[in-house]
């Protein structure tokens, strides 16, 4: 059973950083795609940035050269180092994954509130 469980959230001021993290059990991690996708309230859930087995990355073009996704396969965790935090990254960040090499993730954690205050 694949558990996905996010932490890492808080508020902080623009222009500031925060770390997530997403811990992943039930599946063989270093194989599969991950990703951090998020929430604001009122909007669709999108995409934030994926990163691959191999470790290749890609970012929606409204976080690049702030937030940087990684990946420590030893400890099956997923990072997402947001820099420069702006309030409209407020949002629930949810950690994702398709369990495989698919880019449609239909495995989801909880989520994370981020409150960026302005």
């Known amino acids: 059973q694949v558990q996905l469980v996010e932490s890492g959230g808080g508020l902080v001021q623009a222009g500031g950083s925060l770390r997530l993290s997403c811990a992943a059990s039930g599946m063989i991690f270093s194989n599969v795609v991950m990703g951090w996708y998020r929430q604001a309230p009122g909007k669709q859930r999108g995409l934030v940035a994926f990163i691959t087995g191999g470790g290749g990355t890609t970012y929606a073009d409204s976080v690049k050269g702030r937030f940087t996704i990684s990946r420590d396969n030893a400890k099956n965790t997923m990072y997402l180092q947001m820099n420069n935090l702006k309030p409209e990254d407020t949002a629930v960040y949810y950690c994702?994954?398709?369990?495989?090499?698919?880019?449609?993730?239909?495995?989801w954690g909880q989520g994370t509130q981020v409150t960026v205050s302005s």
């Open positions: 994702a994954t398709s369990k495989g090499t698919s880019l449609i993730f239909n495995y």
